[in-house]
């Protein structure tokens, strides 16, 4: 299957941690990255690899992986993570992307 | 300091072809591991990978739109081209250019992006 799965919305309180999901096959097999989108504007990677951020991006961004399950962690969630969190990873092929449907996440 | 930037119309007529460009800065498409991709996003709808093209001149296409899609690169122009034939109304969306580099495949900059309306 090429598909992978988010809840489509998750909410925090302020200063919490929260976990977002994604699922899919091609997940036991390679890595998801995950991507921060805020309204108008264009998708910023957070996470990459095993759990790598790219610079500039907060400590407070996590990511982990088990069986056919991503996850990306936020501890400590700031108001300024509202966002839409979007996982993608390969397909089962290897050399196609595929995104997940996104998950809406809003900081109470 | 990468940068890429789409330009392209922002209406196309149904039926006809859409063509694209994506203008970049701060790396070249000819050293290994690098590659340009294409994606879109509806209005208010999830981010669809569209094709892919790397330093040594592979490409690669979404399974379901590969007919109607084609991917090419100016490595002098620092440039990426993506036609798509036979647009349609459901073909509306913002198209963003996204690089990757070394063997994750990760998007790790991405233009600003360009609405293309498809309407008659």
């Known amino acids: 299957s090429s598909e992978l799965t988010q809840d489509p919305a998750v909410s925090v309180a302020l200063g919490q941690t929260v976990r977002i999901t994604c699922q899919g096959d091609?997940?036991?097999?390679?890595?998801a990255s995950w991507y921060q989108q805020k309204p108008g504007q264009a998708p910023v990677l957070v996470i990459y690899?095993?759990?790598n951020r790219p610079s500039g991006i907060p400590d407070r961004f996590s990511g982990s992986s088990s069986g056919n399950t991503a996850s990306l962690t936020i501890t400590g969630t700031q108001a300024e993570d509202e966002a839409d969190y979007y996982c993608?990873?390969?397909?089962?092929?290897?050399?196609?992307?595929?995104f997940g449907g996104g998950t809406k996440l809003t900081v109470l | 300091q990468v940068t890429l930037k789409e330009s392209g119309p922002a209406l196309v007529k149904p039926t006809q072809t859409l063509t694209l460009t994506c203008t970049f800065s701060?790396?070249?498409?000819?050293?290994?591991?690098?590659?340009v991709n294409w994606i879109r996003q509806p209005p208010g709808k999830a981010l669809e990978w569209l094709a892919r093209?790397?330093?040594?001149?592979?490409?690669f296409y979404s399974t379901s739109l590969k007919t109607r899609l084609t991917i090419s690169k100016d490595t002098s122009k620092n440039q990426v081209v993506l036609t798509m034939t036979n647009m349609d109304p459901v073909d509306t969306a913002t198209y963003y250019c996204?690089?990757?580099?070394?063997?994750?495949?990760?998007?790790?900059?991405w233009g600003q992006g360009t609405l293309v309306t498809v309407s008659s």
């Open positions: 690899g095993k759990n």
């Open positions: 996204a690089r990757a580099s070394g063997s994750y495949l990760d998007l790790d900059y």
């Open positions: 993608n990873s390969r397909d089962s092929s290897g050399n196609h992307l595929v």
């Open positions: 701060g790396f070249s498409l000819s050293t290994s591991k690098m590659r």
């Open positions: 093209i790397d330093w040594d001149d592979d490409k």
């Open positions: 091609s997940l036991r097999s390679y890595y």
